[in-house]
C-alpha cells in the first residue's frame, strides 16, 4: 500500500483502537495540541528513543573513527531542565524571534497561522477558506511568540517570568564548559539530549505532526572550525541511514538542502530529513528532522549576548545606550585545542529529530491493509502493521489454543521466560484468528501458540504477523530463534 492511498482517519482510529494515542483530557472534551500515549504508544516512542540512545551515545566507540567520519569523537548524553533562566531565551534569540505570524478573523474569532490561511478551513458553514466568506474580516498578520510562559516562585510579576523550553538545544551549549571540566571529552565531541519541550503551536495539527508539548532528540556536536563542514555532511548522512534503518522505506524519505533564503540566520547549512506523511497531497513532504550548520552562533550568543546578522557578520546587538540588548554569561566558552596548538569557538553540529514525528511515521509507513483466508479459508480482510521488531511495543505474543489440557500451563512457562527479556503478552481469550488478528494490529512481529501437539513433541507454531505462514519450533529455541529475527 502506498503512503498516498492510506487514510489518516483510519491510521488515528488504530492509535485509538488499540491504545496508541488518546486526546489528552479526552473525558472533558479534549485539550487542542496535546496527546496521550497509551499502553502500546508509550512502549514504541521507548523503543525509538533507546534506538536513538543507543545510536549516538551508549553504543558509540570513541577509539574508532566510524565509517565516513572525519576522526573519532566522544560523545556522551545530558538531562538538563525545562525551566531555566530566561536570560538564555533572551541571548539566544527565542524571546525576540521565537514567533509565527498570524491573523485573526474579527467575524467568527478564529486564529489562522498567516502562512497556512491557504490550507486552513474557516470554522463556519458552509466550508471555505478564511476570508472567502462575504463578512469574513481578517486582520493585518500579527507576530505571537510561542514559548509558554509561568512564572517561578510565589510572585506573579515580571521579576518571576519563565518560559518552559521550545527546545533542548539551549540545554547543550549553556552545559558546554561544565561538560568538558567534567567528563574528559576534547573536541570533536557532542552532547546528546532527549527530553519534552513545548511550543504554544496557533494551530497545532495533523494528529501528532504538530503538537504543543512534545519530545525531542537532539545532539549538539561542537567541532574545530576547519572541520565542520566535513562534520556537517557526515551527520546528514548517519541521521538519514538511521530513519532507513529503522523501516522507513527510502521513497517515502529524502534529505532535502535548504536554500540560502530558507536558513535561519545563523546557520551556515541546514538540511532537513522529511517523510511523506499520508496526510500531506502527493509529491508533498512534512520535516522529521532538521539537520544544522549552526557555526559558533551559540557559544558566542551565550559568551557575548543575542546576535544579529550585519553583512556577512554576526554581532552583539546593542539597545539605545551602547550596551548588548540582551547580555550573555560573559563565560569564556572558547576552547584550546591541544592538538592543534589554537583557541577557537567550536562550530556547532545539530541534528534535532521528534520523537512523535518519528512515532507517527513508522505507524504510517507500517499501516497495512490486506485479506488473508479465515478458519474456513475464506478471505477476511485485515489491518496489519508491519513494524521493524526493533521498535514494535509488543515483540512477540503467547497463546495456549485452548484452555485446557494443560495448554494455558505450558503457555505461561514460555511467556515468564520470554519475559524476562522482551516485552511479550499471554492472551488465552477468544477465538484464535481474533487473537492473531489483534496483535496484527499492534503490530506485534511473531504469536506463539501452544496446542495439543505441543504435549507430545515440545514444539509449538510460530506465526510470522507479515506473511501468516506458521511453522512448528522447538520450545527450547524459541528464544534464539526469536533473538536471530529481531536482528533483521
Ligand atoms: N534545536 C533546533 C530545533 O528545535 P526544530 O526544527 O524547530 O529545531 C526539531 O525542531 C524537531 O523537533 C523537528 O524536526 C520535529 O521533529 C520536532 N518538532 C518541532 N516542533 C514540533 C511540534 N510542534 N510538534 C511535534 N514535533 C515538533
Not at 99 to 104: A, K, T
Not at 279 to 284: D, I, K, R, S, V
Not at 397 to 422: C, H, M, N, S, T
Not at 458 to 463: D, G, N, P, S, Y
Request: aromatic letters at 10%.
Amino acid at each position: 500500500m502506498s503512503n498516498q492511498t492510506k487514510s489518516m482517519d483510519k491510521i488515528v482510529a488504530l492509535c485509538k483502537r488499540r491504545g496508541f494515542v488518546f486526546q489528552s483530557s479526552e473525558i472533558y472534551g479534549g485539550i487542542r495540541g496535546f496527546w496521550d500515549y497509551g499502553p502500546l504508544g508509550v512502549e514504541l516512542k521507548r523503543n525509538v528513543k533507546e534506538t536513538w540512545w543507543r545510536d549516538m551515545v551508549s553504543g558509540h566507540d570513541p577509539t574508532l573513527a566510524p565509517e565516513d567520519a572525519p576522526s573519532r569523537f566522544d560523545m556522551v548524553g545530558i538531562e538538563s531542565t525545562i525551566i531555566m533562566d530566561p536570560k538564555i531565551w533572551k541571548a539566544s534569540g527565542h524571546f525576540d524571534l521565537f514567533y509565527d505570524l498570524f491573523v485573526d478573523c474579527k467575524t467568527c474569532k478564529a486564529r489562522f497561522r498567516a502562512d497556512q490561511v491557504e490550507s486552513s478551513d474557516c470554522p463556519r458553514k458552509p466550508s471555505k477558506r478564511p476570508g472567502e466568506h462575504d463578512d469574513c474580516e481578517l486582520t493585518e498578520p500579527r507576530e505571537f511568540n510561542l514559548m509558554f510562559k509561568t512564572y517561578v516562585g510565589a510572585l506573579i510579576d515580571p521579576t518571576a517570568e519563565a518560559y518552559l523550553r521550545p527546545e533542548t538545544a539551549q540545554g547543550m551549549f549553556v552545559n558546554f564548559k561544565n561538560i568538558l571540566s567534567t567528563s574528559r571529552v576534547k573536541v570533536p565531541f557532542g552532547i546528546a539530549q532527549i527530553g519534552k519541550s513545548f511550543r504554544n503551536e496557533i494551530t497545532p495539527r495533523n494528529f501528532i505532526f504538530r503538537s504543543r508539548e512534545f519530545e525531542q532528540m537532539e545532539m549538539e556536536f561542537f567541532c574545530s572550525p576547519d572541520s565542520s563542514q566535513a562534520w556537517y555532511q557526515f551527520w546528514r548522512d548517519r541521521r538519514m541511514a538511521w530513519y532507513v534503518s529503522l523501516g522507513l522505506r527510502s521513497d517515502n524519505l529524502r534529505l532535502r538542502e535548504h536554500g540560502p533564503n530558507e536558513r535561519a540566520h545563523y546557520s551556515c547549512g541546514t538540511a532537513d530529513i522529511e517523510y511523506a506523511y499520508p496526510f500531506l497531497p502527493e509529491g508533498e513532504y512534512g520535516e522529521l528532522e532538521g539537520i544544522s550548520h549552526r557555526g559558533d552562533f551559540d557559544l558566542r550568543s551565550h559568551m557575548e549576548g543575542k546576535l544579529i546578522r550585519e553583512g556577512d557578520d554576526l554581532v552583539v546587538e546593542r539597545n539605545e545606550h551602547g550596551q548588548p540588548k540582551h547580555p550573555g554569561s560573559g563565560k569564556d566558552l572558547s576552547y584550546f585545542d591541544d592538538s592543534a596548538g589554537e583557541k577557537y569557538i567550536p562550530h556547532v553540529i545539530e541534528p534535532a529529530g521528534g520523537v512523535g514525528r518519528t512515532a507517527l511515521a513508522l505507524l504510517c509507513e507500517a499501516y497495512d491493509e490486506d485479506a488473508i483466508p479465515d478458519e474456513k479459508g475464506d478471505p477476511q480482510e485485515r489491518i496489519v502493521l508491519r513494524l521493524h521488531p526493533r521498535i514494535a511495543p509488543i515483540k512477540a505474543a503467547v497463546f495456549p489454543l485452548v484452555k485446557k489440557d494443560g495448554q494455558p500451563e505450558i503457555a505461561a512457562g514460555i511467556y515468564r521466560d520470554l519475559k524476562q527479556r522482551w516485552n511479550v503478552f499471554y492472551d488465552e481469550k477468544g477465538s484464535i484468528g481474533k487473537r492473531y488478528r489483534r496483535q496484527d494490529e499492534s503490530g506485534t512481529p511473531f504469536c506463539l501458540t501452544i496446542d495439543h501437539q505441543t504435549l507430545d513433541d515440545e514444539t509449538v507454531t510460530l506465526r510470522d504477523r507479515d506473511t501468516t505462514e506458521q511453522h512448528r519450533v522447538k520450545i527450547a529455541e524459541i528464544e534464539s530463534i526469536l533473538a536471530e529475527r529481531f536482528q533483521g
